[in-house]
């Protein structure tokens, strides 16, 4: 948070989505009392946009068993935004008994990925999203539903993605019934150039319900990619806490880009996120204790912030 920046500052969202993609990358189990903990504490940090969990059987991913607990904590903070991640309609449906305030629902551009991850077609995926759309209307809910294309920029698997294919997605999903969508690079084939080209023309086709931009950290160019997108015109990103987070189809991955890092960056741009640094800085440190054995990336927490604040100029 830089208390210097002045009232133009445009506005940047960082959403956390640590507890649904980076735990569900590692053995551990953390405690519900800690994930709750930690709501609180990125609450307290300014962060108004969580990722609580996945509504998937706990057989499945048993680091995220307690979603529904989990979530029903983080409902009761003024003012957050607390989603879940949902893979099929059943999903959906116990997302909707437990009042999440988003779900979103994972497609992957590349069908090789699609069949591996969810065992359905892309399209298949879209079908999926207008019955989930039937049943929160059915329901009288007013949970939003988020499209979330992922390997938007290739893919271990199959390889290339068509920028076309993707674009194509992104409709369909609005088509169906989502309320926003957002791309992702699942597995870290993502460069700036790239980056800039697709969601631009994203961004023509879709606008302003082209909600989030999602980067791993997997060569590098996690941060990069975010600034690349921020010049395109998004304004909503998903990061990771320490830098948490991977795909079993992407081997080497390091983790998702560290959302201290990002907002930091964003901040220093002028960039305004409500985030304070510090305080995430700290909230990083608990972590790492909640988590003793595992590995936490990014680079902010060696050397801290630069105490001089950034300068922002209104246009």
Known sequence: MN???PPCAPHATVREVGLRDG??????TLPTEAKCAWI???YAAGMREIEVGSMVPARLLPQLADTAQVLAHARRLPGLVASVLVPNLKGAERALDAQAHAMVVPL??????SLANLRKTPDEVVAEVARMRAARDAAGSRTLIEGGVGTAFGCTLQGAVAPAEVLRLLQA?????????SLADTVGHADPAGVSRLFEQALRLVGERLRYAH???TRGMGLANAYAAWQAGVRGFDACLG???????APGASGNVATEDLAYMLERMGAATAIDIPALLRLRQRLQGWLPGEALNGAL???GPIQAPATAACA
């Open 3 to 5: 208390p210097h920046q």
């Open 23 to 28: 735990l569900q990358s590692i053995a551990a």
């Open 40 to 42: 609180d504490a990125a």
């Open 108 to 113: 992957s551009a590349s069908h090789a990925h």
């Open 173 to 181: 999903l609005l088509d169906a019934g989502a309320d926003r969508v």
């Open 215 to 217: 980067f791993h950290d």
């Open 243 to 249: 830098g948490m987070g991977g795909c079993p189809h």
């Open 301 to 303: 927490w060696k050397a």
